[in-house]
């Protein structure tokens, strides 16, 4: 669950798959594109990369003036 300081939450449910070799650049190539200071991190000891796949997706905001919780189903 993913939240903060407000009455806000994402949930989100998955299946999570280590990437491989050269399936890996493809999913690097995009996100380097937008975030290129991140390069450095492939030099971290231990880092490992997945991707996942949602199966739902839920946002809720319980404050008071705007309670609304939206759900998505994959």
Not at 1 to 23: D, F, N
Not at 34 to 63: A, M
Request: proline fraction near 4%; charged fraction near 35%.
């Amino acid at each position: 669950m993913i939240g903060g300081e407000e009455e806000i939450t994402v949930q989100y449910e998955g299946e999570a798959e280590e990437l491989r070799s050269a399936e890996r650049n493809k999913y690097f190539d995009a996100y380097f594109e937008t975030w290129p200071e991140c390069r450095e991190h492939l030099q971290w000891p231990g880092i490992v990369h997945f991707k996942v796949r949602p199966r739902w997706i839920r946002y809720s905001d319980f404050n008071k003036d705007s309670y609304q919780i939206s759900e998505l189903k994959f």
